[in-house]
């Protein structure tokens, strides 16, 4: 058996019930034409992994298997469609936590079995790009996204749905994965991200002059930048900590936002569009809106709600994968490193 038996037309009335579980979220979300959100549940496990200082891949498995069905049937009832109008069923297959992964996929193809509906396997990188287009579907390309996520930090061109090529990432840390380590360096707690944003708030931005590395390169580097925060306290152990949190947040915002802009004119890019969790960022979200302003071009911001991990996105980006490649094989696994299916710049 390689997928389910009925086909489908996938078009502007074709519902789909996107799950996602790469990670702390356990999120359920029934999509109608790709783009039209009837309900978007997310649940979290985040209390229990704050006492670690990051998640527990256990014991977010744990909660996934404990969540999910009643997630599910939540956003079904929300949705307010029968399941018997549900026509296909999408998931996360990659990049994640393979333990929690595999709740998601497992549910989704019992359910597009049971059903009758195909099953489609997700990209979560993908469907981040997608997020910033799911609330403004006037897509015109090429569009430049910037994908800032816990793991992951690359620029993207978007000539089509599908056809990606990389334009820069992150050589060390990812930026999300910068603010986590620099806010536990500063007793701030974890999440990091949302921490420093509301510590940054007290702080002044021009305080202390943290480096911005690797300027002429596409390319990001932010392990020097927290290296840097760490050798400052060091020497200036009475400094102000809301003056760090907003000069580090201002040297990361600053370097996302300059090669963003220059990557958007080397391609000539209609639009910037913002993905990943770090985009939910206020300074981030304030100096993207100036900059697509200044330059003229069009800003893709997602709703905070969509920049963190989300099943809407994932029942998004199931809609246009079962449209161009059709179902997945109800044989195919999940994918812990899975990858964005790129071409690096300079190549054809
Ligand atoms: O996309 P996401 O929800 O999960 C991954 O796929 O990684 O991103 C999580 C990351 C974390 O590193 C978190 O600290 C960061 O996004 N983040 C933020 C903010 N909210 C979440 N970073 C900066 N400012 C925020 N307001
Ligand atoms: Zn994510």
């Known amino acids: 058996m390689s997928t389910t038996s009925k086909s489908v037309v996938v078009d502007e009335s074709t519902v789909v019930l996107g799950i996602e579980t790469s990670c702390d979220e356990t999120a359920a979300s029934v999509v109608m034409g790709g783009s039209d959100v009837l309900s978007s549940i997310v649940s979290t496990s985040i209390e229990q992994h704050i006492p670690f200082g990051g998640v527990v891949p256990e014991i ?62 997700v990209n979560h990188l993908e469907a981040h790009l997608y997020a910033g287009l799911l609330e403004d579907p006037s897509l ?39 603010f986590d380590k620099v806010a536990r360096y500063l007793g701030l707690g974890y999440p ?28 990001f580097s932010f392990s020097g930048l927290k290296t840097a925060v760490m050798n400052h306290v060091r020497k200036h152990p009475d ?64 709703s905070r709600a969509m920049c963190t991990d989300n099943a809407a996105m994932i029942a998004a980006a199931g809609w246009h994968r079962l449209r161009s490649d059709g179902p997945t094989p109800l044989d195919a696994g999940a994918y812990p490193g899975l990858r964005l299916p790129l071409v690096r710049e300079g190549t054809p």
């Open 140 to 178: 015109e390309l090429p569009l430049v996204v910037l994908l800032v996520s816990g793991g992951h930090t690359m620029l993207v061109e978007m000539r089509g749905y599908g056809e990606y090529r990389l334009l820069g990432e992150t050589i060390d840390d990812a930026a999300g994965e910068a």
């Open 60 to 121: 977010a498995s744990r909660a996934h298997v404990e969540l999910l069905t009643p997630v599910i049937a939540l956003a079904i009832e929300e949705s307010g469609v029968a399941d018997t109008r549900i026509d296909a069923v999408a998931a996360t297959v990659g990049p994640g936590l393979i333990g929690a992964l595999l709740v998601g996929v497992a549910t989704a193809k019992a359910l597009a079995l049971v059903w009758d509906v195909p099953f489609v396997g």
């Open 192 to 219: 990091g991200g949302p921490a420093i944003d509301r510590e940054a708030q007290y702080g002044d931005p021009e305080a202390i002059s943290f480096p911005r590395a690797i300027p002429d390169s596409p390319d």
């Open 239 to 302: 400094v102000v900590t809301a003056d760090v949190a907003a000069s580090f947040q201002m040297a990361v915002v600053d370097t996302l936002v300059a090669k963003a802009r220059r990557a958007a004119r080397e391609v000539g890019a209609k639009g910037l569009a913002l993905g990943g969790g770090v985009a939910a960022n206020s300074l981030l979200r304030e100096r993207w809106l100036m900059a697509c302003d200044e330059d003229g071009i069009r800003a893709f911001v997602p």
